[in-house]
Nanobody
Framework: VQLQASGGGLVQPGGSLRLSCAAS????????MGWYRQAPGKQRELVAV???????NYLDSVKGRFTISRDNAKNTVYLQMNSLKPEDTAVYYC???????????????????WGQGTQVTVSS
């Protein structure tokens, strides 16, 4: 099982970017999916999370600007980022609680998985 993130880049202040993260491999179930970010010299922080049922939660500083969504059929989580600010500059990481499929009758065990980071730079 692995997570593959994409969609980062350089954007001017006020611009938009859409991040995607797809889970692949032998997967039985996915619970929460989310996005974290880490700016230089700062701790990693949770940006947004979405449950399997679609409930969401956001970091206060991104509320109203970022939207997290997921496509359960594609095992993919998205982060639509609008009205980007220079302080949004960071490496963004996707995260998911995944139960791999080990065969019929096997125990269901969830583990935390991380995608590789994708750089988001907001600068004029």
């Amino acid at each position: 099982v692995q997570l593959q993130a994409s969609g980062g880049g350089l954007v001017q202040p006020g611009g938009s970017l859409r991040l995607s993260c797809a889970a692949s491999g032998s997967i039985f179930s996915i619970r929460n999916m989310g996005w974290y970010r880490q700016a230089p010299g700062k701790q990693r922080e949770l940006v947004a999370v979405i449950t399997s049922g679609g409930s969401t939660n956001y970091l206060d500083s991104v509320k109203g600007r970022f939207t997290i969504s997921r496509d359960n059929a594609k095992n993919t989580v998205y982060l639509q980022m609008n009205s980007l600010k220079p302080e949004d500059t960071a490496v963004y990481y996707c995260n998911a609680d995944i139960a791999p499929y080990y065969g019929s009758g096997s125990k269901v065990r969830y583990s935390e998985y991380w995608g590789q980071g994708t750089q988001v730079t907001v600068s004029s």
